[in-house]
């Protein structure tokens, strides 16, 4: 960026701030390709970029007055959009991380309307699972289990009630199907 072109942001920033919307359409037709370029970087997608720098300059609208000095225009309005992106993406992730958990709970649930006990048991954590599929499924004993696992007979009663605790709690989460 060369030194006049400098110079015509800063102008361009504080007739803005101005209220002079000749000015803000100048600054947003000069940096919207820079700042969507960025973006587009930033979210890997055409679409978000678009939705990002439109955000950004939501947020420019808002926040532009609070900008003390104009030469700091650049850094603002470069973090204004790398914060949007994070967020996007924080988004995309959460949505997916979302998506992910409602396929897991369509599998249980599908597993328990079908009596799947197997399949429900694997979506406990593994060693409330086994506890639980070595009593019920196979048969053993609390003596048993404790001597199978090598820990104390309380021990046993207590990581079983733990797991049916949990198994509980997921069932009731899939209208206690099973």
Do not use: C
């Not at 800063?10 to 919307?21: F, N, T, Y």
């Not at 309005?77 to 994070?86: E, M, T, Y």
């Not at 090598?150 to 509980?168: F, H, Q, W, Y």
């Amino acid at each position: 960026m060369d030194k006049a072109q400098i110079i015509r942001d800063e102008i361009l920033v504080l007739r803005a701030q101005m209220g002079e919307s000749e000015a803000l359409a100048a600054l947003v037709q000069g940096w919207q390709p820079r700042l969507w370029a960025f973006a587009r970087v930033l979210t890997g997608d055409d679409e978000s970029a678009w939705e990002v720098t439109q955000e950004a300059w939501e947020a420019v609208l808002r926040d532009l007055q609070r900008l003390g000095d104009p030469s700091r225009f650049r850094p603002w309005v470069f973090r204004i959009v790398r914060n949007k992106s994070a967020d996007r993406i924080r988004g995309v992730v959460r949505q997916r991380r979302l998506l992910q958990e409602h396929a897991e709970h369509e599998d249980v649930s599908a597993a328990a309307r079908q009596g799947d006990v197997r399949e429900v048991l694997r979506s406990l954590p593994e060693a409330d699972g086994s506890l639980l599929a070595l009593h019920y499924l196979e048969g053993f004993s609390y003596e048993e289990l404790a001597e199978l696992l090598e820990i104390p007979l309380g021990t046993v009663k207590s990581r079983l009630n733990t797991a049916r605790d949990k198994l509980r709690t997921l069932l009731e989460a899939h209208d206690g199907q099973l």
